[in-house]
């Protein structure tokens, strides 16, 4: 059992350059997440989506695109990265038992650099 | 949104002794509060979580106690072991989960 995983988990770019991250969950979980992790600041929701084909905008989205064209996998994009996105990102994806909320399952994050 | 603010930064302890991280929310509707360890390289994983409706819950040397009327909520590691040294989360939940800044613990063997 795989869990969440995150492809790739390093990359560098360069100012302007786009890349795609994908998260998949084998877990058949609803609601999946995508959050960035910088020093002092803690996990920060970037973009969410609550079932396949439906996306939201957490507290950081500026500059980030999602899709969510399948249950299991969730894609993170960004279409000219800045140096201010360098970061590290984690996916995860919530198992709830019937009682809201449940427990977050993370992958194990994808550092990014932009240079 | 929510604000969840997180005390200390870092915590170093001796191997044994106990170590306490203290949390406080702004959002009296959140009503359930998990803690998260997220170990080097590692995504962060829960380690124990308290509902509303409850003051203290324990699972072996961890326990986190709430106090819904100040808004703070603790998370209590006793007879730390060399394992138990990574960085801590607290978040609390309503619609979403709101994350605090993160204790980095150390534990001195």
């Known amino acids: ?115 | 949104g929510e604000d969840v603010e997180q005390h200390p930064s870092t915590l170093s302890v001796q191997e044994g002794d106990s170590a306490v991280i203290k949390c406080t929310y702004s959002d009296s509707a959140s009503n359930y509060f998990p803690w998260y360890k997220q170990e080097l390289g590692k995504g962060p994983q829960l380690i124990i979580d308290i509902r509303s409706n409850v003051g203290e819950k324990k699972d072996q040397r961890i326990a986190v106690t709430l106090n819904k009327t100040a808004k703070h909520f603790s998370l209590h590691i006793t007879e730390t072991q060399p394992e138990d040294s990574a960085v801590y989360f607290c978040a609390a939940t309503g619609n979403q989960f709101y994350f605090g800044t993160g204790t980095s613990l150390t534990v001195i063997p």
Request: charged share 15%; with cysteine.
């Open chain 1, 1 to 115: 059992n795989a869990g969440v995983t995150q492809t790739p988990k390093f990359r560098v770019l360069k100012t302007g350059q786009s890349m795609t991250l994908l998260c998949a969950q084998d877990m058949n979980h609803e609601y999946m997440y995508w959050y960035r992790q910088d020093p002092g600041m803690g996990l920060r929701l970037i973009h969410y989506s609550v079932g396949e084909g439906t996306t939201a905008k957490g507290e950081v989205p500026d500059g980030y695109n999602v899709s969510r064209l399948k249950k299991q996998n969730f894609l993170l994009g960004l279409e000219s990265a800045a140096p201010s996105q360098t970061s590290v990102y984690f996916c995860a994806s919530l198992w709830t038992s019937g009682k809201w909320p449940g427990e977050l399952f993370f992958g194990e994050g994808s550092r990014l650099t932009v240079l």
